[in-house]
């Protein structure tokens, strides 16, 4: 089945993957492409709609990102996005100026609910605004549609040529009815279905692997987490005995994790290798403590493990991954001018000498797809809700040196963690749930006895996407009981706090 699409024209906004992801709420696929995209590739995509991203940039900036006027012109529908609202207006003749005043958060506009844009919705929106510039004169054939305080075209539209214009950001959740002015672009004006399912993306995605692959052999890199399992899943539906997976236990998994990854895949009746190469990380990570140079050696460690476990197994031409489309976005400008956050081990740290041509079925979806997808491949419901464990394991959530010993602390502190937060009730409803390590001792009070031990931190957050997060609010009952359970169980801690960032500005691992 083929299924319309839209696509995102990525201007470098951090919003950019947030338009995607929820026009895909809507079941309107929909895929992110650099800026720079040729007007044929455009044609040849015969998207059902255009959407000009929002960006960091000025049009006026020298070297400012820009398009074709002729992407303009191709009979397709175009939402511009704050920045792509400015380029627009620009290159049809109109006039955009430096706002006197910068608009920045939270804002009113009064919008004109006849236009197909706004249809159905409230004469007054609070939405989310962010921009310097704004639209001094709107094209000819276009009209004013949208009014704020300090913007005076909030939004425009030519309705005839299905040119529309928004100064204002729909994709975040700040916006009031955001997603329903997306409805109505993506169904009243570019005409989409709606038609895009996981049961569809199975179909395609065999479809592409078998392209992809050839003839080829295939070994996958399983984690023991919910995405590198449904990469494997979907693998071995499509490649059979030509799938091989291996399993690397890096000595950074959590408490007893390892025999639990082996009887699980076993279980699944995946062609598992199971390698304990957890000596030759840890005396690689030895003595480092900045943290993109951990990423990189783990990322580098996991590949040397791979070829040497492949060469005894057999040749292979593809390392399968299960990379997905948050870690593509923070790691590295594939999409567009975005900006870069930090590198990511499946995607960042792998070594320019690699032989391994890569296959990444996941790489376009966001978690919860993921999980709606292991769903429609039959993984059991506990497993599919399973909390995200970042690539580079505990490494990113040991701050400093990383040891045997350190880890161990860390390890049993968070299985407390975990425990306790399933106990409450309260896994379900996190993002992720962890403790962090930290290389700091404090003095403490244990019997009659000084302690000089170490502090943790705990980290609770909810999310819908992993893209942005907000700190739970704990019952203080259960940070209590977490506290209480860590100083007492693990010798070697003596101090517990509570981690109260959101992300942004935070990230959510510590490194």
Request: proline share 5%.
């Amino acid at each position: 089945m083929t299924h319309q699409t839209i696509l995102v024209l990525d201007f470098g906004s951090q919003y950019t993957q947030l338009i995607a992801r929820r026009l895909r709420e809507l079941k309107v696929y929909t895929e992110i492409v650099p800026f720079t995209i040729a007007v044929d590739e455009l044609k040849r995509r015969e998207p059902v709609g255009l959407i000009l991203s929002g960006g960091p940039s000025s049009v006026f900036e020298p070297g400012a990102p820009g398009i074709e006027r002729r992407v303009l012109e191709l009979g397709v529908p175009v939402l511009g996005i704050c920045y792509g609202m400015q380029l627009m207006t620009q290159l049809l003749g109109g006039r955009v100026e430096a706002a006197p005043t910068r608009e920045f958060g939270h804002a009113e506009v009064d919008v004109d609910t006849t236009t197909p844009l706004f249809r159905g919705l409230a004469g007054r929106l609070k939405v989310w605004a962010s921009h310097g510039d704004r639209i001094a004169q709107v094209p000819d054939g276009f009209a004013t549609i949208a009014t704020s305080a300090n913007a005076p075209v909030a939004a425009m539209a030519s309705v005839e040529r299905r040119l529309y214009g928004l100064q204002f950001h729909p994709e975040v959740a700040h916006t009031e009815a955001g997603v329903d002015v997306l409805r109505n672009f993506a169904f009243d004006i570019c005409g989409a279905r709606g038609d895009w399912t996981m049961a569809g993306f199975v179909e395609e995605s065999i479809g592409k692997i078998r392209a992809t692959v050839g003839d080829g052999r295939v070994v996958c890199g399983l984690s023991g987490g919910v995405d590198s399992t449904v990469a494997a899943i979907l693998l071995h539906r499509a490649l059979g005995d030509r799938l091989t997976c291996i399993f690397v236990d890096n000595g950074l998994l959590r408490l007893d994790e390892a025999s639990q990854v082996v009887e699980r895949f076993r279980r699944l009746g995946l062609p598992l290798v199971a390698v304990d190469a957890s000596d030759l990380f840890l005396e690689r990570l030895a003595g480092v403590v900045d943290p993109e140079q951990k990423r990189k050696i783990i990322g580098a460690t996991f590949i040397d493990v791979f070829e040497a476990k492949a060469r005894e197994i057999g040749e292979f031409d593809f390392l399968a991954q299960g990379t997905l489309y948050p870690d593509v976005i923070e790691s590295v400008s594939v999409l567009g001018p975005s900006v870069v956050i930090k590198s990511h081990h499946n995607v960042g740290g792998l070594p320019e000498r690699m032989r391994f041509k890569l296959v990444e079925p996941l790489r376009e979806l966001f978690k919860d797809e993921v999980r709606a997808l292991g769903t429609e491949l039959g993984l059991e419901e506990e497993f599919v809700w399973r909390q995200p464990f970042p690539g580079p394991g505990l490494a990113v959530r040991l701050i400093g040196e990383i040891t045997r010993d350190r880890l161990d602390l860390l390890r049993r502190a968070d299985a407390i963690v975990a425990d306790e937060i399933r106990r409450a009730g309260w896994y379900r409803r996190l993002w992720q749930s962890f403790a962090v390590l930290l290389p700091v001792q404090s003095v403490g009070v244990m019997g009659d006895g000084r302690t000089y031990e170490y502090t943790v931190a705990v980290r609770a957050v909810e999310s819908r996407d992993g893209m942005t997060a907000d700190w739970a609010r704990l019952p203080h009952d259960l940070l209590a009981t977490i506290s209480s359970r860590i100083v007492n169980e693990v010798r070697g801690i003596n101090r517990v706090v509570y981690d109260i960032s959101s992300k942004p500005p935070a990230t959510i691992e510590w490194e």
